[in-house]
């Protein structure tokens, strides 16, 4: 299992790097469709879409289209959109049964969760085109809350997180994850004077309590993702969303906290 983890980690990772060293804008918005068409079509299975692979395919040929004809301006609103979504309705939905499979408000809430996933891809593609290392500096936060939690979690975990829906989280994992981001972005505002990270570039506008607020609020819409997609998979039955990344799971399974954090990082880098 270890073994097929790192592989296919390995594999992205040098896909990915090759991509970005190519500086091709056409090769990165291919990447993303290829991962925004697989994700679309798990996001069909989790909900029991009859027609997941169609699903797939009219899901690519939307983003296609609108990376290529939205404006920044545009893009601003569907991010600003994207997040009451999450504030209104897919937060919540941690809170409240989820509706019964094959009724009309099962396929509005697949409809709705697949709008997120949408933007969370589409803003990727805005802040690459602002800035590579913009881009990573903000996947990295996601990245270390997630290693944070993972170690803190299996060494002091006691209190449960939200047993009900993911079992293994604990709040000491939460803690865990915030203090490996705030103790990264700290050492970063204080070593590296480069605007194209998320935690210096808050800062230097906000000072020290905006970037810790900033970073909070990223962390927590992280987790909040993690759960929501542990939700859905539990009312299905599924261990993971698919097996399309040997020894990862599914698309969804690796995207998943950055579902809700990336519009909400879109916003920023733009008004940064």
């Known amino acids: 299992m270890l073994k097929q983890r790192v592989i296919t980690a390995a594999c992205l990772a040098a896909v990915l790097f090759l991509i970005l060293w190519s500086g091709s804008s056409t090769l990165f918005g291919m990447f993303l469709l290829i991962f925004f068409g697989a994700a679309s079509w798990e996001n069909a299975r989790l909900f029991e879409n009859k027609y997941p692979v169609l699903t797939g395919v009219v899901a690519c040929l939307v983003f296609a289209g609108v990376a290529y004809f939205l404006s920044i301006r545009e893009y601003i609103w569907l991010a600003m959109i994207a997040c009451a979504v999450w ?17 009309p408000f099962n396929a509005v809430c697949q409809w709705v969760y697949w709008f997120s996933v949408l933007c969370s891809v589409l803003s990727v593609w805005v802040l690459y085109r602002k800035s590579v290392f913009f881009l990573l500096s903000i996947l990295v936060v996601i990245w270390l809350a997630d290693i944070g939690a993972y170690f803190a979690g299996r060494t002091f975990g006691k209190h449960k997180l939200a047993p009900s829906i993911s079992p293994g989280k604990t709040w000491e994992g939460v803690a865990g994850g915030v203090v490996a981001v705030l103790a990264a972005a700290v050492v970063t505002v204080l070593v590296s004077p480069s605007q194209e990270n998320v935690a210096v570039s808050v800062y230097n506008r906000y000072g020290w309590a905006g970037m810790v607020v900033s970073l909070l609020i990223l962390v927590a819409l992280s987790i909040l993702g993690d759960l929501l997609e542990s939700k859905l998979k539990r009312r299905v039955g599924m261990k993971d969303s698919s097996n399309l990344l040997p020894g990862h799971g ?23």
């Open 250 to 272: 599914g698309v969804l399974d690796r995207i998943d906290s950055v579902i809700p954090t990336l519009p909400v990082a879109l916003l920023l880098g733009l008004w940064l």
């Open 87 to 103: 504030g209104v309705f897919l937060i919540p939905a941690l809170f409240r049964q989820m509706p019964a499979l094959g009724t």
